[in-house]
């Protein structure tokens, strides 16, 4: 094969672009699916001509109007040419490939089993001849006849793509979309390369338009597998419509505390973009005065699909205050406006704890999505003042996917309800996870950890992906820089992460977890962690109180309604299950760790209401609003407030003794025991400011190093401060 031959005379028909329609604009057209559930291979010879459909004629390209011609036989289309991508190119000579229309696929080299929704009408050719080693690149062309009225005041076309495992689009010989490969680790046209998965992605891409030209144009796609074991291959260009800007995706994120919210969104057109809002109280007759609103710029980039992604912060947001934004842009389009109420910012408050939404796990990410935005209508309505939604991660099953991005962020409630998202496991393999969500506080290593304040609560989140022991600490040194700097300054501490160490599920004896499980639980111990919101588990659990990795167990058995009164270096752990219900583990073994359970296989969700000396959570089943496990952690009475307390070593006559003063520092009296290792004396009804004093001899002519306890009491409560005795030695 010549690369530099030109085009056959022979070539199948072009597909035309002329009925291009305006009312067409930002929308993206789905093709009808074949229907077939087997096929032959397709011979060398292009099949009939698909009946034109009105949808047909107005998408570049289509899933039966449009004919590709396909390479399947393991070699290199571009030979030793030293431009490897010549292959992608219009004057490329293709005339010995086969041709075929979509869906392409294979499934252990059969037309079926691939999964519902996804048909094979061309059957590839998965293995090498004479092996069962998968083909690791099928490369694909077809053409594009356009004239300059198609192309005239058209910035940008999107498409839509169903393809496994990864795939690279080019247009007339250069790269517009890498689906799967984010990081840009495919070097060559022939390698494996790809994130396994069940069943193939579905995502949209964006083309600018002086990608075309007038004339004829060759669209080229490189699919490639992800081992030589992979189980299936399948490709599918369903669309591809101008549109002239749309903005999409829009999220609603929590900001660095309770007066900030971050916004990310999506826009089909590159350039610039920010977040404007308003006093909602402040539109007339709901007509918003766009010109006066305060506003923010976004920090932008290309995204993975080829669109480009941006995030916005809005900033001094005040209580018990509706604010109407948009995001966008002229130049990109705006989004509809939404309206969101910040609350209260006192010492009482709620937000609700999910685990798992994972839209498309059940291998329906329709029925996901749309289980997820009700389980999401009942919460919000059965809680309309919650703060904000935490979201334990996977909020996607294939991190590639731009329908399930889109259907997680469909409900209204995700543009006018702040949330904070962790990284799952599922959603790692893209960088649309970083793209969609804008968190706040990012560390810049381990990249994803992040925390935020609302309130008097401190999160911390950890990328629990992360889990060498190289990583491992750097979480700990990110989780005590912001515990001590800022841990305080609230009454709760939160940590947040994928990866459950603590559940009833087999995840449990992951290898990953057990390591994360006995190195952190320590670290949390000791920095006086409050409560561990996690997922990946599928299952509720709550832990008993643990001291690191031992777990505190109580005298009667857990129940519903339990109230904890942990000490400082006890915490609490609870995974949540399915938000969503697409997908559910099964009980894995009674654990030691575990005070109470359940998998009834019915979404959940949990309810926390924070003041300053409880946390409560209280768990639902969402369908029916039956308390599944609610559980308090109470602080421990504080006791009376003694303003100093001192115990000085000293000397007289040659003789030790030590001096303890404590002084009352309520508006009440207060009892008081001074108890040293020299004596014990109790000194009750201390007036307000005045002191409780002893002079204990030590009977020796020297003091070692020591210490003194100091217990106030008030109304049966006790609280005790311990103070050192510095060694002394007389004579």
Known sequence: MNPHASRRSGAPARVTASALAASLVGAVLVAASATATSAAPAADVAPAPTATTTAADESLLSTTGTTWR??????????????????????????????GVAPFGAKRGQPTGVGDGFPVTTLLTQYIPGTTTDVPTFFFRTDVELTAADLDGVPAFEGEIVYDDVAIVYVNGE????????????????????????????????????????????VSVALYQDAPTSSDIYLDVRSLVPTHGEVRDVALNVGADETQANAAWFSTLPGAGEVQWVRADEAADGVVDWEGAATSSSTSGAASDGATYHHATMTGLEEHTAYTYRVGSAATGWSEPSTFDTGTFGDEFSFLFVGDAQIGASGNSAADAERWAANLD???????????????????????????????LAPEQMRELRFAVQDGNHDTASALYDQHYAMPNLSSDPRRDYWYSYNDVLVVAIDSNDSSAAQIAQHEAFLRDVVTEHGDDHAWVLVTFHHSLYSQAFHSRDTDVVRMREALSPVFSELGVDLVLAGHDHIYTRSHLMEGTTP????????????LVPDDDQVLYVTGNSASGSKYYGFDGLKPWTARWEQERTPSYSDVDVTPEALTITTYETATERVMDRVTLQRAPQGPELVEVTAQSRCLAGKAYVAVRATNGEDVPVDVTLATPFGTRAVEAVAPGRSAYQSFPVRSTSVDAATVTVTGTLDGTARDYEVPVTPLTCG
Request: glycine share 8%; net charge negative.
């Open 70 to 99: 396909y390479l399947e036989d393991n070699t290199n289309p571009a030979g030793d040419h030293s431009d490897q991508r010549v292959w992608t190119t219009t004057s490329y000579d293709d005339a010995v490939w086969k041709t």
């Open 175 to 218: 790269e517009v979309a890498r689906l799967g490969d984010d990081d840009r680790e495919i070097t060559e046209n022939l390698q494996y390369f790809g994130n396994g998965r069940t069943i193939p992605v579905t995502s949209t891409f964006v083309v600018p338009a002086d990608a075309f030209a007038p004339g004829e144009n060759t």
């Open 378 to 408: 009942t919460m919000t309505e059965r809680h309309p003042d919650t703060a904000f939604l935490l979201s334990a991660g996977d909020q996607v099953d294939n991190a590639g996917s731009t329908q399930q991005y889109t259907g997680f």
């Open 552 to 563: 505190v167990a109580p005298a009667s058995e857990p129940a519903v309604g339990d109230v």
